[in-house]
């Protein structure tokens, strides 16, 4: 809890920076954890329902903890056009899971995105950071093949 | 100080390496420490310097290297392609015509940047700055006359002097709506109360548009300087920028900036010595689309939730916790400095008599030449689509435009020449919106389209009025059913009736425009919902539901690759014979088709009339 003090004395424990202290919160745990809300809510004289509606409204905050890789399709117009929705059904069919859920040994979360912006690259697909432009469902395979586990143990 | 020494130091040339998020994603940075690396191995680091700068707009041909002072233009570079680049431009001065920009196989490589149809057509004010300074150093902005207008602007002009200088420009806000912004300045301005807020609005959640992203990410001061003129004119001490959280880059260059404007003066107290005080923060969102809705992202400032308000009372009086507050998006800002700069008359003196200046657009989707585009208001939209954006790729029939993003709608073939601003586009039954322009081409079904936008818009629903929760949902419901070929007679008169009624009664923005890409695409495109409807049958070969996958046995090779490749094992067929596609298992994931090896071209879509 010493590293959420942290991020509420960096914005002067101010009830009116409270997205702001959630979107920390979600960077440093990559979800918002209930004990994390609970002594927001101590500290900030906030009632923990409102968190809740917070967390649930707000798109980029997640209350369920993420798997090891999180996949990420976009769907903006352009991607759309070009084709992402048949690479997110071919990441649904491999890894069995719709977008928002988690594989069950905890190695992929898949979300989906209404826009990057990043549109030159459509359709797009992020894993973790990085950016893989021009996907099709086809090159599906080979993306993940990146990611399994043998390699993602170094 | 480093910035302040290499200033005075004077370089032969100058590498321009674009850093905006296209081209990262490209790997841009790679490029940039290749480069170093090669110019130091090859000892030029005294005559030539790498800079990264914002977006070039071209992200179609990311990364970017621009080799000034001669403007030599480079696309996709490669890593490999760095030793030959160095060893013969910057070494032996022979520009590398492998690396140039050519339109067509046909034609010649076109060496100068400013000689690509896609930038000898566009006009820049607002992307003034773009690809030629480092946006994480304001000194470069502060040598391309930036902040020339914030000094004119607090020790040459009267708040009132100023705004009716923005009043005689004709500026109209660049978020979507296109109310006049000097008004809108006025009316803040007129509001009693010590305390008034600005805000900027960067929350840019149209997909397909990402010129707000770019401004912030290229020049990040120049949105600044506009807030800190607004500032002073409308008498408010604080601001804000609120930018969605999906841009990163965008959030990282606009702190550096805000942080470098203090260090100099420009921000903070007492400002160039005026006694003028103004400070501005930057707020992240976290995702949601109705944060764009001027009373919903007050709400989110003040750390709520986002639901809109109904209006009046407008911002200008009650915003910002209650205070007077001006909001204006990130376009708008960045017109600012070049107005005071330049004058009004020169501003007007560029577009149509109701639409002046320049628009950003978002060149995105069927289309060569994907990227960022300044053009004049007015310009048609053939113009933007074929002279800038280069046509459609592959030799497609061109189809649509959908502009104006999940509020606008689809502009058909027979409206090419229509000249582009605001009135133009609501009485085509779109609107300018934030300037996205997706282009659709012959194999984009518009029933699916219209599903798509309900889709996204029923998402992002905030859910607090019934027209909009409920309207959006069923609107959806019945544009699912029709693209699974479950359509009824009626449901095209079903779907005008929800969607007026929607557009009516909403609370906000969001609602309210929620049924324009149902409406133009039934008023434009209504014999592509009859086919599925009454013949279920997808025109566009788009709908999974109507279409399977067949292999012509007088073009397959036998070459067992889509076998191979098929996930769900529907294909069969030895080597060297003809393969077919077991309909049962087929699960349409169209994988078969992009690995079929042109040379035979053996699988085929097709959506057969059903009766």
């Not at chain 1, 409102?50 to 117009?77: D, E, I, N, Q, W």
């Not at chain 2, 470098?260 to 930057?282: H, K, M, P, R, S």
């Not at chain 2, 933007?384 to 592959?394: C, H």
């Not at chain 2, 081409?441 to 996204?456: H, I, P, Q, S």
Request: glycine content about 10%; charged content about 25%; hydrophobic content about 35%.
């Amino acid at each position: 809890m010493d590293k959420i003090d942290r991020i509420l004395e960096k914005y002067g424990h101010q009830r009116s920076r409270i997205i702001q202290i959630l979107n920390d919160i979600q960077k440093l745990q990559t979800y918002l954890r209930r004990d994390a809300l609970e002594h927001v809510s101590r500290r900030l004289h906030i009632p923990l329902s409102r968190l809740y509606s917070l967390a649930t409204f707000y798109s980029a905050f997640s209350l369920k903890p993420r798997g090891k890789h999180l996949v990420t399709v976009c769907m903006g117009t352009a991607c759309h056009v070009r084709g992402a929705p048949a690479v997110l059904s071919r990441l649904e069919d491999r890894l069995k899971i719709k977008p928002g859920e988690t594989t069950t040994d905890d190695e992929y979360t898949l979300k989906t995105v209404n826009c990057l912006g990043a549109c030159a690259l459509a359709p797009i697909v992020v894993v973790d950071e990085e950016y893989h432009g021009q996907t099709t469902a086809d090159k599906v395979e080979r993306l993940l093949a990146g990611y399994e586990k043998p390699k993602a143990k170094n | 100080m480093r910035s302040r020494r290499l200033r005075t130091k004077e370089y032969r040339l100058h590498l321009l390496v674009c850093a905006g998020t296209g081209c990262v994603a490209n790997r841009s940075f790679e490029i940039k420490e290749e480069l170093e690396k090669e110019i130091a191995r090859k000892h030029l680091n005294d005559e030539i310097r790498v800079i990264t700068t914002g977006c070039q707009g071209f992200c179609e041909r990311g990364p970017i290297v621009i080799v000034q002072p001669d403007g030599i233009f480079y696309q996709q570079v490669k890593k490999r392609d760095i030793p030959h680049l160095v060893e013969e431009h910057l070494l032996k001065g022979r520009p590398v015509k492998e690396l140039m920009y050519t339109p067509s196989p046909r034609e010649t490589p076109v060496p100068r940047m400013m000689d690509i149809d896609f930038f000898r057509h566009q006009r820049l004010i607002v992307l003034r700055n773009r690809g030629r300074l480092d946006p994480e150093n304001i000194e470069e902005y502060i040598g391309f006359d930036g902040y020339q207008a914030l000094e004119k602007a607090l020790t040459r002009m009267t708040p009132e002097q100023i705004i009716r200088e923005v009043k005689i420009s004709g500026l109209r806000g660049r978020g979507g709506a296109g109310f006049p912004t000097g008004r809108k300045w006025e009316l803040c301005r007129r509001e009693r109360g010590r305390k008034k807020y600005i805000i900027c609005n960067g929350d840019e959640g149209d997909p397909g548009a990402f010129m707000d992203r770019s401004v912030l990410e290229a020049d990040p001061h120049s949105v600044i300087e506009g807030m800190a003129i607004g500032a002073w004119a409308i008498g408010a001490h604080q601001g804000f920028i609120y930018v969605r959280s999906e841009y990163p880059l965008a959030l990282k260059r606009l702190t550096i900036a805000l942080a470098q404007a203090e260090d100099y003066g420009l921000l903070g107290d007492d400002i160039l010595g005026t006694g003028f005080d103004f400070n501005a923060d930057v707020v992240q969102g976290a995702g949601a689309f109705v944060c764009g809705e001027e009373t919903a992202l007050i709400a989110s400032i003040e750390g709520r939730a986002g639901r809109p308000r109904p209006r009046p009372p407008y911002p200008s009086e009650k915003g910002l916790w209650g205070k007077p507050t001006n909001i204006n998006n990130v376009e708008t800002w960045a017109n600012i400095p070049m107005i005071i700069l330049r004058g009004a008359q020169w501003f007007s003196s560029i577009g149509t008599a109701k639409s002046k200046g320049t628009k950003i657009f978002s060149l995105v989707g069927k289309i060569n030449n994907t990227g960022l585009v300044e053009v004049p208001m007015g310009i048609s939209m053939r113009r933007i689509i074929y002279d800038i954006g280069g046509g459609i790729p592959k030799g497609k029939e061109f189809k649509a435009v959908q502009t104006g993003g999940p509020s606008g709608g689809c502009i058909p073939r027979t409206l090419l020449d229509l000249p582009i601003d605001y009135e133009s586009l609501t009485q085509a039954g779109s609107m300018m919106g934030s300037g996205g322009m997706i282009v659709m081409d012959e194999d984009t079904c518009m029933v699916d389209v219209a599903r798509y936008f309900l889709n996204f818009t029923q998402e992002e629903s905030c859910g607090k009025c019934p027209p909009c929760r409920m309207g959006t949902k069923h609107m959806v419901y019945v544009l699912d059913r029709i693209t699974r070929g479950q359509g009824k007679e009626g449901d095209i008169e079903f779907l005008e009736q929800i969607a007026e009624n929607v557009k009516l009664s909403s609370l906000c923005g969001l609602g309210q425009t929620a049924a324009n890409p149902v409406l133009t695409t039934i008023k434009y495109f209504r014999d592509e919902y009859e086919a599925h409807i009454k013949e279920k049958r997808c025109p566009a070969l788009v709908c999974k539901e109507l279409i399977s996958y067949t292999i012509d046995a007088g073009l397959c090779g036998g070459c067992t690759v889509c076998a191979k490749n098929c996930p769900s094992a529907a294909i069969s067929g030895e080597a060297k014979k003809v393969h077919t596609i077991d309909q049962q298992k087929c699960t349409k994931c169209g994988i078969c088709i992009s690995v079929c090896p042109s040379k035979f071209s053996a699988v085929k879509k097709v959506s057969p009339v059903l009766k």
